[in-house]
């Protein structure tokens, strides 16, 4: 069959046009579909951002649901330079006077110098000891012992390293100490005179407990870069010696073996980092709740803002928020309003409801806090404020374990159903549009086929209407 490739070439129609209008005829069922599944694409959008506001909403109370929150202490010394304080009790509160006369330190010891890095020294095998030296005196110009006594500390065991051929060199030594993991760094420092480059090695650890005796079997000029017993010959230079920390809290002396130092006051912790004396108060870290307090209040009103959007109606476009009318958004919204108005058990002189400390609702449905009153709950008792929001440990009670409780379920049951399904309509209008987009492919392909068939044939007879002119003509002309 002959074909045309321009419709309506050969029947001089606009068959074209004619045929894009029925095709846009025939595709208003797809686009009724893709509005559908946009309306329903925005929708499942609306529930992203709920989920979203919900999950600042859910961290901000299960900040205020640890009851850590509720106990800890911060510490403020009088003089700056000495040391910092926290505690999670608050039976730490108080006034102290403390007095840090020295700072735990690592020993270090340092070699002598060798003229060169790569250079064979001498091979054997190194024993590392860890443990206190006791007694005697230090030299302070050689960095060395007389007289002292070295204990070796049984919880930290002994570390042998073998030195050959691969790695006897004083870089293949400092590689071999540092991978040993035997409570030492080792690192190579050049004074820059004419044998520059020496051992230096440092405990990892602070304390007295923390000093180096180094025992070396093997040759001559190992042994005498190497061996150091403080008790007996040594071959290092002492340049720091282990140290613990030495204070004394409100006239009691206190020793650690780290700057770090634990529950000298009851549960808090020190961190020392100068010496000197310093008066320390431990307040309440009311200031850290009542900002907890104002996160949960704020996520709560965005929630309450996000909301108010997504069911927004424009009277005068006449359009509609995705979430218009929607059953979950409005039982969620009730389910958390209802939480946060019902009051909690507590004890007697706990706090039960959110306007004892000056958070309560206003008539749009947010919540504001009237600042003063929440200082003074604050500051009055803050046990009965902690007991609001979070109860004892292990137990449910509380605003904050609640809501935080609320939105793990909201997530897990009610929003999920309801995202899932909209999603599955979703993909059932997905399916529709491909089954409707093949039908309509295939209406619009039959009337081009039509279309090309009325070409052709029109186009025939116009061709056979010519000559059949031609012919007549001619006959004419001949008779005259």
Same mark, same amino acid.
């Given at each position: 069959?002959?074909?045309?490739?321009?419709?309506?070439?050969?029947?001089?129609?606009?068959?074209?046009?004619?045929?894009?209008?029925?095709?846009?005829?025939?595709?208003?069922?797809?686009?009724?579909?893709?509005?559908?599944?946009?309306?329903?694409?925005?929708?499942?959008?609306?529930?992203?951002?709920?989920?979203?506001?919900?999950?600042?909403?859910?961290?901000? =109370?299960?900040?205020?649901?640890?009851?850590?929150?509720?106990?800890?202490?911060?510490?403020?010394?009088?003089?700056?330079?000495?040391?910092?304080?926290?505690?999670?009790?608050?039976?730490?509160?108080?006034?102290?006077?403390?007095?840090?006369?020295?700072?735990?330190?690592?020993?270090?010891?340092?070699?002598?110098?060798?003229?060169?890095?790569?250079?064979?020294?001498?091979?054997?095998?190194?024993?590392?000891?860890?443990?206190?030296?006791?007694?005697?005196?230090?030299? =302070?110009?050689?960095?060395?012992?007389?007289?002292?006594?070295?204990?070796?500390?049984?919880?930290?065991?002994?570390?042998?390293?073998?030195?050959?051929?691969?790695?006897?060199?004083?870089?293949?030594?400092?590689?071999?100490?540092?991978?040993?993991?035997?409570?030492?760094?080792?690192?190579?420092?050049?004074?820059?005179?004419?044998?520059?480059?020496?051992?230096?090695?440092?405990?990892?650890?602070?304390?007295?407990?923390?000093?180096?005796?180094?025992?070396?079997?093997?040759?001559?000029?190992?042994?005498?870069?190497?061996?150091?017993?403080?008790?007996?010959?040594?071959? @290092?230079?002492?340049?720091?010696?282990?140290?613990?920390?030495?204070?004394?809290?409100?006239?009691?002396?206190?020793?650690? =073996?780290?700057?770090?130092?634990?529950?000298?006051?009851?549960?808090?912790?020190?961190?020392?980092?100068?010496?000197?004396?310093?008066?320390?108060?431990?307040?309440?870290?009311?200031?850290?709740?009542?900002? =907890?307090?104002?996160?949960?209040?704020?996520?709560?009103?965005?929630?309450?803002?996000?909301?108010?959007?997504?069911?927004?109606?424009?009277?005068?476009?006449?359009?509609?928020?995705?979430?218009?009318?929607?059953?979950?958004?409005?039982?969620?919204?009730?389910?958390?309003?209802?939480?946060?108005?019902?009051?909690?058990?507590?004890?007697?002189?706990?706090?039960?409801?959110?306007?004892?400390?000056?958070?309560?609702?206003?008539?749009?449905?947010?919540?504001?806090?009237?600042?003063?009153?929440?200082?003074?709950? @604050?500051?009055?008792?803050?046990?009965?404020?902690?007991?609001?929001?979070?109860?004892?440990?292990?137990?449910?009670?509380?605003?904050?374990?609640?809501?935080?409780?609320?939105?793990?379920?909201?997530?897990?049951?009610?929003?999920? &159903?309801?995202?899932?399904? &909209?999603?599955?309509?979703?993909?059932?209008?997905?399916?529709?549009?491909?089954?409707?987009?093949?039908?309509?492919?295939?209406?619009?392909?039959?009337?081009?086929?039509?279309?090309?068939?009325?070409?052709?044939?029109?186009?025939?007879?116009?061709?056979?209407?010519?000559?059949?002119?031609?012919?007549?003509?001619?006959?004419?002309?001949?008779?005259?």
């Amino acid at each position: 069959m002959a074909t045309i490739t321009s419709l309506g070439v050969g029947a001089n129609l606009d068959l074209a046009t004619l045929l894009t209008k029925l095709e846009t005829a025939e595709s208003q069922p797809l686009v009724a579909l893709q509005a559908k599944a946009k309306s329903y694409t925005s929708k499942l959008s609306a529930y992203g951002t709920i989920q979203s506001a919900l999950g600042t909403l859910q961290a901000a =109370a299960k900040k205020l649901g640890d009851p850590t929150l509720f106990q800890s202490v911060t510490g403020t010394p009088t003089v700056s330079g000495i040391l910092s304080a926290s505690s999670t009790d608050v039976s730490s509160a108080g006034s102290y006077t403390i007095d840090v006369s020295q700072l735990a330190q690592a020993q270090t010891l340092v070699s002598a110098g060798q003229v060169d890095t790569k250079t064979a020294i001498g091979s054997g095998k190194i024993t590392i000891d860890l443990g206190a030296i006791t007694g005697g005196t230090l030299n =302070a110009a050689t960095g060395q012992y007389t007289g002292a006594a070295f204990t070796a500390d049984a919880s930290q065991p002994a570390k042998s390293i073998t030195i050959d051929s691969s790695n006897n060199t004083l870089e293949g030594i400092r590689k071999a100490i540092n991978d040993a993991n035997a409570g030492v760094t080792a690192a190579i420092v050049s004074d820059g005179s004419g044998a520059p480059n020496r051992l230096v090695l440092t405990s990892t650890a602070t304390g007295e407990k923390s000093s180096m005796r180094i025992s070396v079997d093997g040759d001559a000029a190992l042994q005498g870069l190497l061996n150091n017993d403080p008790a007996g010959t040594q071959n @290092l230079k002492q340049t720091a010696a282990a140290q613990n920390a030495k204070l004394n809290v409100n006239g009691i002396d206190v020793t650690s =073996a780290t700057n770090t130092v634990k529950d000298a006051i009851q549960g808090t912790t020190l961190t020392l980092v100068g010496t000197g004396k310093t008066g320390l108060a431990m307040k309440e870290n009311s200031a850290g709740v009542k900002t =907890a307090i104002n996160d949960f209040v704020k996520a709560y009103n965005s929630l309450q803002s996000t909301a108010k959007t997504l069911t927004a109606y424009d009277a005068t476009t006449k359009t509609a928020a995705a979430l218009v009318g929607d059953s979950t958004l409005r039982n969620l919204q009730t389910r958390i309003r209802q939480a946060l108005t019902t009051p909690q058990a507590g004890g007697v002189n706990d706090m039960k409801v959110l306007t004892e400390i000056g958070v309560a609702f206003q008539k749009d449905g947010t919540l504001a806090v009237d600042s003063d009153k929440l200082d003074k709950a @604050l500051g009055a008792n803050l046990k009965g404020v902690a007991n609001l929001f979070s109860s004892a440990t292990g137990s449910t009670g509380g605003y904050g374990k609640q809501i935080d409780a609320i939105v793990t379920d909201l997530n897990a049951n009610a929003l999920k &159903v309801a995202s899932d399904g &909209v999603t599955s309509t979703i993909k059932k209008l997905d399916d529709q549009y491909d089954a409707m987009q093949v039908r309509v492919d295939s209406t619009v392909d039959r009337y081009r086929k039509q279309f090309n068939q009325l070409d052709v044939l029109i186009g025939k007879l116009n061709n056979t209407k010519s000559y059949l002119t031609q012919q007549f003509d001619a006959l004419t002309k001949s008779s005259k």
